[in-house]
């Protein structure tokens, strides 16, 4: 069935640094590709997200490229701060088939102050 | 208002109550959703409404039930519940299913003694 690997677990940076994070899809369908940050106890928020139109997305600190050829899809955030620290989950969906959400399994960010 | 609410924000039952948990959004979304998450888990879908109308259901058990009044409201009815449903119950929308962008609501954290 449909899958989406992520990569790494858990990741820790100092601050300032950059922090990526990867993912990977199975189904070739899949055209919408979001990412979720979920801070302890809180909902996922939506920071950001990609259509398999476009091959990259900046949002001020925040980025997001898409290799539909390899099936890749990864988050870049630069110039981290302490407030970056969260769980960031990646996604991939499909406006055809089941049109569910699947979810990567979440990498657990730490920025060091 | 790109806010999508819940309510109760905790809920303590004993195996043998009923209990319901309340999902409100306002942004004339016409697809909701119902997600399950454990600790350091993504988010895993229960149901999916689309024009008020029960789409998908992920085989989820009986003691769950999912109740869709308007296209503003989503209720999720619970009875005889297990201890290990214990978990975040997230609600969330989108303007359609599949391929769009979702909002989560601050999830109802649920415990089964």
């Known amino acids: 069935g449909e899958n989406v690997e992520q990569h790494p677990s858990t990741l820790s940076v100092q601050e300032g640094d950059s922090a990526v994070i990867k993912c990977t899809y199975s189904d070739s369908a899949s055209n919408y590709f979001p990412w979720y940050k979920q801070e302890l106890g809180k909902r996922p928020q939506l920071i950001i997200d990609?259509?398999?139109?476009?091959g990259e997305k900046k949002d001020q600190r925040i980025a997001v490229t898409l290799n539909k050829t390899a099936k890749h899809f990864s988050l870049h955030i630069t110039e981290t701060q302490p407030e970056d620290s969260a769980v960031y989950f990646c996604?991939?969906?499909?406006?055809?088939?089941?049109?569910?959400?699947?979810f990567g399994t979440g990498t657990r960010l730490k920025v060091l102050a | 208002d790109t806010e999508v609410t819940q309510t109760p924000k905790h809920l303590v039952m004993g195996m043998t109550n009923k209990k319901s948990l309340k999902c409100e959004q306002h942004?004339?979304?016409?697809?909701m959703y119902w997600y399950k998450q454990k600790a350091k888990k993504p988010p895993e879908l229960m149901f999916v409404?689309?024009?008020?109308?029960?789409?998908i259901n992920e085989s989820v058990p009986s003691r769950f039930s999912p109740e869709c009044p308007n296209s503003s409201l989503l209720n999720l009815h619970l009875h005889a519940l297990q201890p290990e449903d214990s978990a975040l119950y997230l609600c969330?929308?989108?303007?359609?299913?599949?391929?769009?962008?979702?909002?989560f609501g601050p999830g109802t954290r649920l415990t089964v003694t």
């Open positions: 996604a991939a969906s499909a406006t055809s088939g089941t049109y569910k959400y699947i």
């Open positions: 969330a929308s989108s303007s359609f299913r599949g391929a769009y962008e979702q909002y």
């Open positions: 942004m004339g979304h016409r697809a």
């Open positions: 409404y689309s024009y008020e109308k029960l789409s």
């Open positions: 990609i259509r398999s139109n476009v």
